[in-house]
């Protein structure tokens, strides 16, 4: 198992620009994240997906979008990058067994709007 | 107020020495608690995951809640160099997927050789 994998590894982003952040995880967890990691802030979440099809907003979703259009990919989009953007992304999978929930993270993406 | 706070740091330590981890937190639905482990330029890990006031030990690791005094720890014991790194608390008034974890900011910890 692959566990969560993330692209790119690092983007640096025009202030306006777009792109999306792709997350894939390979253990058949129903619920996935995403949040965001400023040095300082702790991770805030931004969306997060209860399954396919289903998605809810986070603590901090302005700015961004997604989509669960399968089990395994849940990309986050953001559409006018902002310099309020610059942040290390990480995607994450849970497992809900019967008496613990473990989130599995991906190894981030940074991405830096200029 | 922040609803968990946790002191940044950075804390260095020698090792072999026992290192103390903590959080405090203010919001009382706080049922499920967890400490995750972070290398740098890498994603959280969960390392130790805890339910309702009380100890769990895992080798070297002992994480202590006391919900009466909205109070977590880590401890770390005969700490290794490998230990070197960001240490987050988390809590969750659940364990249901669908229920947000709260994150403290996190300790960045450095054992010495």
């Known amino acids: 198992n692959a566990g969560v994998t993330q692209t790119p590894k690092f983007r640096i982003l025009k202030i306006g620009q777009s792109m999306t952040l792709q997350c894939t995880q390979d253990m058949n967890h129903n619920y996935m994240y995403w949040y965001r990691q400023d040095p300082g802030m702790g991770l805030k979440l931004i969306y997060y997906s209860v399954g396919a099809g289903i998605t809810d907003k986070g603590e901090v979703p302005n700015g961004y979008n997604v989509s669960r259009s399968t089990t395994e990919d849940f990309p986050l989009r953001l559409e006018l990058a902002a310099p309020s953007q610059t942040s290390v992304y990480f995607c994450?999978?849970?497992?809900?067994?019967?008496?613990?929930?473990?989130?599995?993270f991906g190894p981030g993406t940074r991405l830096l709007v200029l | 107020q922040k609803e968990v706070e946790q002191d940044p740091g950075p804390l260095s330590v020698p090792e072999g020495a026992i290192v103390s981890l903590n959080c405090t937190y203010s919001n009382s639905a706080f049922q499920y608690f967890m400490w995750y482990r972070q290398y740098s330029r890498k994603g959280p890990e969960l390392l130790m995951y805890t339910y309702s006031s009380g100890n769990k030990e895992d080798g070297r690791f002992t994480a202590q809640v006391d919900k009466s005094s909205k109070y977590i720890s880590l401890f770390i014991r005969d700490s290794q160099p490998s230990d070197s790194a960001t240490y987050l608390c988390?809590?969750?008034?659940?364990?249901?997927?669908?229920?947000?974890?709260?994150f403290g900011t996190g300790t960045r910890l450095t054992i010495i050789p």
């Open positions: 994450a999978s849970s497992s809900l067994t019967s008496d613990q929930e473990t989130q599995y």
């Open positions: 988390a809590m969750s008034p659940s364990n249901f997927g669908n229920e947000k974890l709260t």
